[in-house]
């Protein structure tokens, strides 16, 4: 004996008909029960038409031709000749809805009892055409009327299952009936009174186990349209994959918090007899899909599968009153319990000084009235709370058995969410460790389904989300660099970094699922224009796991917007130096910032191109070090400038030069002006722990003031006016035997730049090209300090130094 159960998208048309009698013929242990699911959304439109007459809508009328039209077109191509008994039959099924609906119409009413008979007919309709037609293929089908098989109380919408009578009527069904083949309408009873009555929504799950607990079947097939029960929701995760082996009890726990591919009823009866339960998919019957049984072999794997229930409110009762003293609880699930409210989680702090429950949300205002009810007398005496409910939450859950033997599960779980800036409220864990349940905002579900499944069950490939402002000439580099880089990053650090948005101060790029890093610059073109306050509340809004933002701009307005992403735990690699060296109360917010919510803010570009300056502070003063003198040249333009001005070509050309070549601030006034290197040593000196404002920076120009008077075309013209000033420099430098290089320097809480003359044999000294360097003299670097050195501009290695900053910020 065997039960085949097939669900909703199993009989959606003639074609899935067809496989799925099929199927059951096919089967081995005979005899077979079928049982049928309506087609697939007849439930929702028969609720829908059902509502719609209540209200006087007389649309109802339309909407029931054309479910009526959808069975006939399924009857007509499945009998062979269109002639088939199939169309007469949905034809009467209809007429009798039709007396229904208009019944409900006149009365202006649906009561729960005549919403399960209304109900009832999209199994009614399906499991009489399946019938048919597998007897007119030659099968010993019978079609058996569930309302006599399966006998309930009178609890419509939700019937409560009469198991010892159940099991008489299908005794003497099947002695009266040995057919080969029965062919059962599932999610239908009927009372005592012979009225029918349903077992909730997606109960057809439900009957099958019924049947085979009742018959002692072998083994209860559950066909449907995926491949079995899976680590996750497919339509929240893409990468879930089918579980295939789990004990009843998991598979209990996935369902109950919403794995709707089982009822949640369903496994009971038959854990009860021990007869396996196999999930396949009617669709791709070759594959294994999830044998449910009582002992699996025990795998690796620590957590089976995350599932998700949305729709959840906590209530939350709390007072002084309560400590101590016994009965509270009693008293709160009685208050409950009357109103037939059903509790999904309960969370209560070892103070006794709250207690938490989590109801379905459209339970919330019942509830909250029962409760303020019961405890109406302490409320008033101020020794209790009123109740106050939060809604618009869910439940995300982590099931598996093996979860109790293994340390730091919860603390995975809640890294992975805090670090994606998820929020939990609530949770739960039962003594027995078969699940962890956390509550958090509805919005996040997705997100915090995606991160989860991330943490447990993909060794590699954790998916990071960037947002790049600023596709300029440093940002076009790094978005080669990023294309050139994908595959190894998967491979290697299993990284799977995607762009989703691109934009500039006249377009933005989005695409959710990744940009083609190919492509990208002639799609930006045809993009709209999106504001920058638009664009920070759109990666808020996707609310994507792993997003960073990547300012790649010169931009303040850009660099205002950290706060609030890091807010959002929004990590942020910036390589605009703006926010880091505005005033110190801003710069301290951000990393204070992104300590609270656990987002990078990493900035290693604004000082030296990609060398490891900042990084090489960081573990200095990490590791109990305190950073007393720095010495830097850390401006490659300048390095530039003066290691090619040897008065041979004039001072301004040398300067041209070194902006097209790329090595300037996009103003290359910021350069020369020793501003630029302010901002630097500025950036180091509150990275070392001084919390130092830009005034408080020493900046000894070299320019004569009149090149800075006007816009950049008279800088140009200024600085030629000026030959003689910059060649009277030089000449006083080489005639010492030294060189010029652009200074900065900080020591006990003070910083100057400026230009000096450097001997031979200085530190300083043998810089080539656009070098930096930075010597760092601390308690342990004493006499010699701790150098690094080497090509401090350029968009290749800035862009590099971003992208390392990106990797940084991914892995953490
Ligand atoms: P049927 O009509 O066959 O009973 P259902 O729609 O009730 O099918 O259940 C199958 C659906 O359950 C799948 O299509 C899938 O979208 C959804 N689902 C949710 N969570 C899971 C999960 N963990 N594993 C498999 N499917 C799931
Ligand atoms: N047709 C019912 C529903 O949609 C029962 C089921 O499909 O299992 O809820
Ligand atoms: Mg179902």
């Known amino acids: 004996m065997q039960v085949l159960k097939f669900g909703g998208t199993s009989v959606a048309s003639?074609?899935?008909?067809?496989?799925?009698?099929?199927?059951?013929?096919?089967?081995?242990?005979?005899?077979?029960?079928?049982?049928?699911?309506?087609?697939?959304?007849?439930?929702?439109?028969?609720?829908?038409?059902?509502?719609?007459?209540?209200?006087?809508?007389?649309?109802?009328?339309?909407?029931?031709?054309?479910?009526?039209?959808?069975?006939?077109?399924?009857?007509?191509?499945?009998?062979?000749?269109g002639q088939g008994?199939?169309?007469?039959?949905?034809?009467?099924?209809?007429?009798?809805?039709?007396?229904?609906?208009?019944?409900?119409?006149?009365?202006?009413?649906l009561s729960t009892r005549t919403l399960d008979k209304l109900m009832s007919y999209g199994e009614l309709l399906s499991s009489r055409l399946v019938a048919s037609v597998a007897a007119a293929q030659g099968l010993d089908a019978v079609w058996a009327d569930a309302r006599q098989l399966i006998r309930t109380n009178s609890r419509f919408g939700m019937a409560e299952v009469d198991m010892a009578v159940t099991e008489r009527l299908v005794a003497g069904f099947n002695a009266q009936h040995p057919a080969a083949m029965w062919v059962v309408p599932g999610f239908i009873g009927a009372d005592a009174q012979g009225v029918t009555t349903t077992l909730g929504r997606g109960g057809s799950d439900y009957t099958a186990a019924l049947l085979a607990a009742a018959l002692k079947a072998h083994v209860l097939e559950i066909w449907t349209d995926v491949s079995g029960m899976m680590t996750a929701d497919p339509r929240l995760v893409r990468s879930a994959r089918p579980i295939a082996r789990i004990s009843y009890q998991e598979a209990m726990e996935l369902s109950h918090f919403g794995a709707k591919v089982l009822y949640p009823p369903t496994i009971q009866p038959v854990m009860r007899r021990g007869i396996p339960l196999w999930i396949k998919n009617t669709f791709a019957p070759a594959d294994y899909g999830t044998l449910v049984e009582v002992e699996p072999p025990r795998t690796a794997a620590v957590v089976q599968g995350i599932s998700s229930i949305g729709n959840l409110a906590l209530l939350n009762l709390e007072g002084s009153g309560m400590v101590g003293v016994p009965g509270f609880s009693m008293r709160l699930f009685a208050a409950l319990a009357r109103e037939r409210i059903n509790v999904v989680l309960i969370t209560q702090s070892s103070s006794e000084h709250s207690i938490c429950v989590g109801v379905n949300e459209p339970d919330t205002t019942p509830a909250q009235v029962a409760v303020d009810q019961e405890f109406a007398v302490e409320i008033a005496a101020g020794r209790i709370e009123p109740l106050r409910p939060e809604r618009g939450l869910a439940i995300v859950a982590l099931v598996g058995e093996n979860m109790k033997d293994h340390p730091g599960i919860s603390g995975k779980l809640f890294g992975a969410l805090g670090q994606n800036g998820i929020n939990i409220r609530a949770t739960a864990q039962g003594a027995s460790e078969k699940n962890i349940s956390t509550v958090i905002r509805a919005a996040d579900v997705r997100k915090a389904v995606n991160v989860l499944h991330e943490a447990f069950f993909e060794a590699t490939g954790k998916q990071v989300n960037l947002f790049l402002l600023g596709p300029g000439n440093v940002g076009s580099k790094l978005l080669e660099q990023l294309a050139q880089q994908q595959r190894h990053l998967l491979e290697k650090l299993g990284l799977q970094l995607r762009v989703v948005a691109i934009a500039n101060s006249r377009h933005c790029l989005v695409n959710e699922a990744g940009l083609d890093l190919t492509t990208w610059p002639a799609e930006l073109g045809e993009a709209p224009p999106l504001p920058l306050a638009d664009f920070t509340q759109l990666i808020i809004d996707r609310n994507l796991r792993n997003s960073i933002l990547v300012d790649v701009t010169a931009d303040p307005a850009a660099a205002g917007c950290y706060a609030q992403l890091l807010e959002k735990s929004v990590a942020v690699v910036a390589c605009n130096k703006v926010a880091c060296s505005s005033d110190y109360a801003s710069y301290a917010r951000l990393k204070s910032l992104s300590k609270e919510f656990n987002a990078?803010?990493?900035?290693?570009?604004?000082?030296?191109?990609?060398?490891?300056?900042?990084?090489?502070?960081?573990?200095?003063?990490?590791?109990?070090?305190?950073?007393?003198?720095?010495?830097?040249?850390?401006?490659?333009?300048?390095?530039?400038?003066?290691?090619?001005?040897?008065?041979?070509?004039?001072?301004?050309?040398?300067?041209?030069?070194?902006?097209?070549?790329?090595?300037?601030?996009?103003?290359?006034?910021?350069?020369?002006?020793?501003?630029?290197?302010?901002?630097?040593?500025l950036i180091l000196a509150r990275e070392a722990g001084q919390a130092m404002e830009m005034s408080d920076i020493q900046i000894e120009p070299f320019l004569p003031p009149a090149c800075l008077a006007g816009d950049v075309a008279a800088f140009y013209s200024q600085m030629a006016a000026h030959e003689a000033h910059f060649r009277a420099l030089y000449d006083a430098a080489t005639a010492a035997g030294k060189r010029l290089k652009f200074v900065a320097r900080y020591a006990d809480g003070k910083a100057t730049v400026g230009l000096q003359q450097v001997a031979l044999g200085h530190d300083l000294y043998d810089l080539r090209g656009k070098d930096n360097v930075v010597l760092f003299y601390t308690d342990r670097y004493i006499a010699q300090p701790l150098v690094v050195k080497g090509a401090g501009a350029g968009a290749e290695v800035t862009a590099s130094g971003v992208f390392a900053d990106i990797i940084r910020a991914a892995r953490l």
């Open 600 to 681: 990078s803010f990493l900035f290693e570009t604004n000082v030296g191109a990609a060398l490891p300056i900042i990084g090489t502070l960081n573990d200095l003063t990490r590791s109990g070090d305190v950073v007393r003198r720095m010495e830097a040249v850390l401006s490659g333009t300048l390095n530039f400038v003066f290691n090619h001005y040897d008065g041979t070509r004039p001072f301004a050309e040398v300067v041209r030069q070194a902006q097209i070549e790329g090595y300037t601030e996009p103003d290359p006034r910021l350069d020369l002006s020793g501003s630029d290197v302010a901002r630097k040593i």
């Open 85 to 109: 008994p199939e169309s007469a039959l949905v034809r009467a099924q209809f007429e009798e809805l039709r007396q229904l609906c208009n019944g409900i119409f006149a009365l202006g009413e």
């Open 14 to 81: 003639a074609e899935n008909i067809r496989k799925s009698i099929a199927i059951a013929a096919a089967a081995k242990q005979g005899p077979v029960i079928m049982v049928v699911s309506a087609l697939g959304g007849t439930t929702d439109a028969l609720i829908g038409i059902g509502r719609a007459a209540a209200t006087a809508d007389g649309a109802y009328r339309e909407t029931l031709n054309q479910l009526e039209e959808r069975h006939l077109g399924v009857a007509q191509e499945l009998s062979a000749d």
